[in-house]
């Protein structure tokens, strides 16, 4: 899967995302606001809530959470290498089918590949 085909795909979500958030305000601005207070600065920085969110997605099966935080942890400097150690912690986790997950991991990388 190439670059263009995962911009596609978030494109997608983000514009259903916009479309939830027009007919429901209130809940999209509370989630946004606990969104931006869970991934602030805290004890650990931004690399790593990012590193656990593609974990937890890959552990939920969540392919827009994939990409969205494969893109955001290369964009705090995380390497290919953090990114599928963190991935191969869900597996752990979750067995057999969260390998098939890991894939989607792979996918985002190689579409945002350079952007570090």
Do not use: W
């Not at 790593?48 to 392919?63: D, F, H, N, P, T």
């Not at 191969?88 to 990388?109: D, F, H, N, R, T």
């Amino acid at each position: 899967m190439g670059k263009a085909e995962v911009d596609a795909r978030m494109n997608e979500f983000f514009e259903y995302v916009a479309k939830f958030s027009q007919q429901f305000p209130e809940i999209a601005q509370g989630f946004m606001g606990l969104a931006g207070s869970v991934m602030a600065g805290g004890k650990l920085g931004a690399k790593e809530k990012e590193l656990i969110s593609v974990g937890i997605a890959v552990g939920l099966r969540c392919v827009p959470c994939i990409y969205a935080h494969t893109q955001a942890a290369l964009g705090q400097g995380a390497s290919r290498d953090e990114i599928l150690e963190a991935a191969s912690v869900a597996v752990l986790m979750q067995g057999g089918p969260g390998i098939a997950y890991v894939a989607e991991v792979m996918k985002a990388l190689e579409a945002f590949a350079g952007q570090q």
